[in-house]
């Protein structure tokens, strides 16, 4: 199933999700879901992205987008 399809499932099965997820967000998240499963276990990949996404669910979308890029920064492995 081609990801479109799959969140006009997602948002009819869940109806207070958002219309859609702008590409610097998704970027963003999936950075961020990257970052959770190399530094963690892969399980914190989705915990970690749900977590963020409660937490910034008020913000205008390039709020979002701004406060994603900022935390995946922020936790981005540094090389010893």
């Known amino acids: 199933m081609d ?4 969140f006009e499932r ?3 099965a869940c109806p207070a999700a958002p219309g859609s997820v ?7 998240l999936l950075d ?3 970052i959770a ?9 989705p915990i970690s992205t749900y ?7 008020q913000e205008a979308p390039e ?3 701004a406060a ?4 995946v920064r922020s936790l981005e492995p540094t090389d010893p």
């Open 37 to 45: 499963a190399h530094t963690s276990e892969r399980w914190a990949a």
């Open 32 to 34: 961020l879901a990257r």
């Open 22 to 28: 702008g590409e610097q967000e998704r970027e963003a």
């Open 10 to 12: 997602l948002r009819a």
């Open 68 to 71: 994603l890029r900022a935390l």
């Open 51 to 57: 977590l963020v996404g409660v937490a910034l669910a």
């Open 3 to 6: 990801p479109e399809h799959w």
């Open 63 to 65: 709020e979002r987008a």
